[in-house]
Structures are given as structure tokens and as C-alpha cells.
């Protein structure tokens, strides 16, 4: 197990609703990251949080929003659901001193949108 | 554009066999290379972290190399166990300032008794 826990594990939501998926970081880590993976495709970046305050966002539209708070456990919230938001939400935690220190990932929350 | 290809999509071996996994990238500044495992519906777990100064790293029956010239590296398992199943993901570290990881497809792998 990476220390890493995401909540919850599996959802359903109906098109045009509101989500709010969270995640725990690693002890110690200061950093949170947040990848949207499509069936059978890589994990695509859509922000980090670094103390608190976004700190590079991919190409995903403002109604994909996070918080992170001053535990560093973070929220992910993506707003009016689309079909095509269905995917397996990851999040990873790390040390961000280094950009080559480790990053460790949530086991993902599975989210379907009908 | 910053990208990572990966092949074979996917791979079927017999338990036992060596297999090689191959990861081609376009990302500029380059930081470092990573290799994770990811079974189905899992988060990835990471298996070697690669800087460009470094040419191979190993963990366990786990080895991978980087060509930082021609921008290629490789995952090398030895020895497969039904527990290698799973997909294989070359990830490359972006040098600037949001550590933002860019992900290949990734390579299916299947081994059979």
C-alpha cells in the first residue's frame, strides 16, 4: 500500500450533476496531483497542488476545480458531468523538494456518468 | 507537443519467458523516466525512476534503460510470473516548475501458464 487513500472507490452520477471526489495524501508529503484515465489509455494530468495553491493545471475546463487543504488532503470537483467524464480519477501525493522524488498513487475512484 | 509512445500495445507471453517493453518520448525539458505497473483498476505503482544521467536502473526481475540521445528507454522482465499481468506505463517527468508526469498508453501484458 502507497499511504495514499481515495474516496470513495466506485461512483455513479447522472449527466449534468456535481461531484466531489478526495484524496489522502502520504504522511509528509506536500504535494497532490490529479489524473483522469480513460479505458485503456495513460493517465492525463489535470492539476497539482502545492501548499495549498494550484500549481499547474493541464488541459481540462474550469468546471474540473480542486482545494487542498492545510493537511494536504485535496478535492477534486468537476461541475455539470458529461458522458465523457466517465474514467478512473488518480491521485498522487509527493515531496515536492525534487523533481525526481517518487509519486505515489491512490488506488483511484472508478466514476460512471449515465 | 510533449508525448510518449509505447509498444507493443499489448504483449502475450508464456510464464517463464523474458519480455522486453518499449517507450519512445518527445518531451522537452526532460527531468526523469519512469516505469510503473498498473493492474485493472488500480492506482500505478512505480517500479524504477530513471535521470537522464542514468543508463539502466534494475528492481528485481525488473530492469530498464534510458538513451537520453535518442530519447528511448526499455522495460526488461525476466523470468515472467502470472502476477506480471498487468499494464506497463513509461512516464516522463517534465523539468519545470508543476513536476507534471506525462504518461504513455501504456503496454497490456498477459502471461499464461
Known amino acids: 500500500e502507497t499511504g495514499v487513500t481515495q474516496s470513495p472507490t466506485h461512483l455513479i452520477k447522472t449527466r449534468g450533476q456535481q461531484v466531489t471526489l478526495r484524496c489522502s495524501s502520504q504522511?509528509?508529503?506536500?504535494?497532490v496531483s490529479w489524473y483522469q484515465q480513460a479505458l485503456g489509455q495513460g493517465p492525463q494530468f489535470i492539476f497539482q497542488y502545492y501548499r495549498e495553491e494550484e500549481n499547474g493545471r493541464g488541459n481540462f475546463p474550469p468546471r474540473f476545480s480542486g482545494l487542498q487543504f492545510p493537511n494536504y488532503s485535496s478535492e477534486l470537483n468537476v461541475n455539470a458531468l458529461e458522458l465523457d467524464d466517465s474514467a478512473l480519477y488518480l491521485c498522487?501525493?509527493?515531496?515536492?523538494?525534487?523533481?525526481?522524488?517518487?509519486?505515489?498513487f491512490g488506488q483511484g475512484t472508478r466514476l460512471t456518468v449515465v | 507537443k510533449n508525448q510518449v509512445e509505447q509498444s507493443p500495445q499489448s504483449l502475450i507471453i508464456l510464464e517463464g519467458k523474458n519480455c522486453t517493453l518499449q517507450?519512445?518520448?518527445?518531451?522537452?525539458?526532460?527531468?526523469?523516466l519512469r516505469w510503473y505497473k498498473q493492474d485493472t483498476g488500480r492506482g500505478p505503482v512505480s517500479l524504477t525512476i530513471?535521470?537522464?544521467?542514468?543508463n539502466t536502473k534494475s528492481n528485481g526481475r525488473y530492469t530498464a534503460t534510458l538513451d537520453a540521445d535518442t530519447k528511448q528507454s526499455s522495460l526488461h522482465i525476466t523470468a515472467s510470473q502470472l502476477s506480471d499481468s498487468a499494464s506497463y506505463i513509461c512516464v516522463v517527468s517534465v523539468e519545470d516548475s508543476s513536476y507534471k508526469l506525462i504518461f504513455g498508453s501504456g503496454t497490456r501484458l498477459l502471461v499464461r501458464p
Open positions: 504522511s509528509g508529503h506536500n504535494t
Open positions: 530513471m535521470t537522464f544521467s542514468e
Open positions: 498522487a501525493s509527493s515531496l515536492a523538494h525534487s523533481r525526481n522524488t517518487e509519486a505515489f
Open positions: 517507450c519512445n518520448y518527445t518531451v522537452s525539458p526532460f527531468s526523469n
